[in-house]
Every structure is written in C-alpha cells, then in structure tokens.
C-alpha cells in the first residue's frame, strides 16, 4: 500500500492557484517576472517582475469569495511594512539598490465551480514604501 502524500491546506493550494494566475496575467500585460516566492527574516514576496525601467515587487492576493472583503484591503500597513524591507533587501542582493521600483498587488478571486472564471486586476503602485521618506 502506498503511503498517502499530504495535502496542503486548501487555504494554501488556493493562494498557490492565485499566483500562478496572476503570473499569467502579469505576463499577458507585459511584466518580465523575475522572481517567485523569494523569503527573507522579516517577509516574502510573492513575484518579482519588471515593467519599463522598474522593479516591481507584487503581493498577490486570492480569495474564493468578495462577499465580506477585496483580497486587496488584506494588504494593511503591517504587511506592507514587511514587503518594503524584503524588497529593501533584495535590491541590495541583486546590487541595484539606486534603481526605480513599485508595489503593485494583484487581486485574484477563484469563484468555486468548475464554469466560474477567476477575475484577476492588477493594481499598480497599490501603496508607496512605507520606508521612503
């Protein structure tokens, strides 16, 4: 008898299955992604692309519902605080900490159902870094 894999939480397969529709959907607007899931001390960050001359540093946010909340509004200045520095700290490991660079989120809501469609929109310059001054 073969040993049964472990199923990830469904709250985690769903916020996998966002991302990997948002990548689509970044790339279909012309993002160049660059990173996924990259983790640091103090964060992560979702996906790391770039548009023109930018870095944009992308928290992806999915939801099965937006009966009670947008999956953007779970992006508080807590979790901002948190992207910035892991975004901080990545231009520093890729040596181009002078280079211009954004927070975008995408929203991503995955009805249940086999024939509901997710809706995906990406919101640029969703927040300014919390640590410019």
Not at 57 to 69: D, P, Q
Request: proline share 7%.
């Amino acid at each position: 008898m073969k040993p049964r894999r472990s199923q990830k939480p469904p709250h985690l397969e769903l916020g996998r299955k966002g991302e990997r529709i948002a990548a689509r959907k970044l790339r279909r607007e012309g993002y160049r992604i660059i990173d996924r899931n990259v983790r640091f001390k103090f964060g992560e960050i979702d996906i790391v692309a770039q548009e023109g001359g930018d870095w944009v540093f992308i928290e992806v946010k999915t939801l099965s519902s937006i009966e009670f909340i947008v999956p953007e509004e779970q992006v508080r200045r807590e979790k901002q605080l948190r992207i910035a520095k892991s975004a901080q700290a990545y231009l520093r490991r890729q040596d181009c900490e002078g280079d211009p660079y954004r927070f975008d989120i995408v929203s991503v809501v995955v009805p249940s159902g086999w024939f509901k469609r997710p809706r995906t929109r990406i919101i640029r310059e969703a927040f300014p870094s919390p640590l410019r001054r």
